[in-house]
């Protein structure tokens, strides 16, 4: 039971820890979350990253509910509810503490610096998420093809991405099924 | 989720859910790459931001340095190579 307890407090600290500092938002998160998950305690391989993530795509909600799938993965529902609560409820309650104190230093002049100046570190982490997938995910002709049309296809219009990420399973299937 | 996720680990080792999966991750990657590139659109305009940004993603997505000293010190340097400068007009569009 001890085992059991200092993984869920090990699950919750981590996850915690990830999201509150990946400020690009959720795929930011995805580097560190795969060097706590995948290389330093060997909970999940570099394929069940990569699955349980697009699983997460293909689910309803914020896309990072998939860490309620890592959690339960490593430690059943008792995992999944902590790894939930740990990714969503301190980084929501500092979104909403910044929020209202930035209202309240409006006129403070550093406030802008720090705007302007954590942007590009969030489109950083953004990117490097990006990178991260791309290593575990491109492995041959069709799935980069597949990346680079879903790329393309965004960039010019918007549609739901969940049609995206349908087709590219089905011309995966078709392609290497 | 949970729905999929036992779905998942019940036919995991079907070489189709395979497949299925490997498109579905691809298609993420392109996903992940077009919001970052629209997000980030002003920055990778701008020399300094674009500097600022290969560094952060370098250093988490080629080392995989922790985000704990990544964000802090990258940030901090950001943040003061943005710092208000009295008298200065804003130099960017």
Request: hydrophobic letters at 60%; glycine letters at 8%.
């Amino acid at each position: 039971l001890s085992d059991d307890l200092a993984t869920l407090a090990q699950l919750f600290v981590d996850f915690a820890r990830v999201s509150l500092l990946a400020i690009g938002g959720g795929s930011a998160a995805l580097p560190e979350m795969h060097s706590v998950v995948v290389t330093d305690t060997h909970w999940l391989s570099d394929q069940q990253f990569k699955e349980i993530y697009s699983l997460g795509q293909v689910a309803p909600g914020p896309n990072m509910t998939m860490v309620a799938v890592i959690g339960q993965h490593v430690a059943g529902w008792a995992g999944a509810l902590v790894a939930l609560i740990a990714f969503f409820v301190p980084s929501s309650l500092l979104a909403f503490g910044a929020n209202r104190l930035w209202r309240r230093l409006e006129p403070w002049p550093w406030l802008e610096s720090i705007r302007q100046g954590l942007a590009p570190v969030a489109i950083g982490l953004l990117i490097a998420g990006v990178w991260l997938l791309a290593r575990l995910a491109l492995e041959g002709v069709p799935t980069l093809a597949i990346a680079l049309v879903a790329t393309a296809i965004l960039l010019a219009r918007h549609v739901n991405p969940l049609w995206l990420i349908v087709a590219g399973a089905s011309v995966n299937w078709l392609v290497a099924g | 989720v949970l729905g999929l996720g036992a779905l998942y680990v019940s036919y995991a080792n079907e070489l189709w859910m395979r497949a299925v999966l490997g498109g579905a991750a691809a298609a993420a990657v392109g996903l992940l790459l077009a919001t970052a590139l629209r997000l980030g659109r002003p920055q990778l305009r701008r020399p300094l931001d674009l500097a600022i940004l290969l560094v952060t993603a370098i250093a988490v997505g080629e080392f995989r340095l922790p985000l704990v000293w990544v964000v802090p010190a990258v940030g901090a340097v950001s943040i003061w190579l943005y710092r208000p400068r009295p008298g200065a007009k804003e130099t960017h569009p």
